[in-house]
């Protein structure tokens, strides 16, 4: 059974960093493509970042040059170092993972981690 777990949410002062985690279980001999995503108090569900099994991330253009996404093959896990946290930054950040070439293969989600910048 695949499960995905976000980590690391919080408030925090804009200017401010957090790192987020994402840890995963069942995807051993899995290869994956990991995307961020957020949901703000009032508005749709958008992507954030998104980095593939080739490695090369792309970011939403208001998070670009202030959240970095990575990922560790082996441990099937990814986080999104966010830096100069801003109020507009206020969401529910969500971690997804596009899971190919093992049985597990499908989309999945984690449950959510809630990010509050304060000015």
């Known amino acids: 059974q695949v499960q995905l777990v976000e980590s690391g949410g919080g408030s925090v002062q804009a200017g401010g960093s957090l790192r987020l985690s994402c840890t995963t279980s069942?995807?051993?001999?899995?290869?994956?493509?990991v995307t961020w995503y957020r949901q703000p108090p009032t508005g749709a569900r958008e992507y954030v970042a998104v980095?593939?099994?080739?490695?090369?991330?792309i970011y939403a253009p208001g998070v670009k040059g202030r959240f970095t996404i990575s990922r560790d093959d082996n441990k099937k896990t990814s986080d999104l170092q966010m830096d100069n946290l801003q109020p507009e930054d206020t969401a529910k950040y969500y971690c997804?993972?596009?899971?190919?070439?093992?049985?597990?293969?499908?989309?999945?989600w984690g449950q959510g981690t809630q990010i509050d910048v304060y000015s």
């Open positions: 997804k993972m596009a899971v190919s070439d093992c049985p597990a293969s499908g989309d999945y």
């Open positions: 069942g995807l051993t001999d899995c290869r994956f493509a």
């Open positions: 980095l593939g099994a080739l490695g090369n991330p």
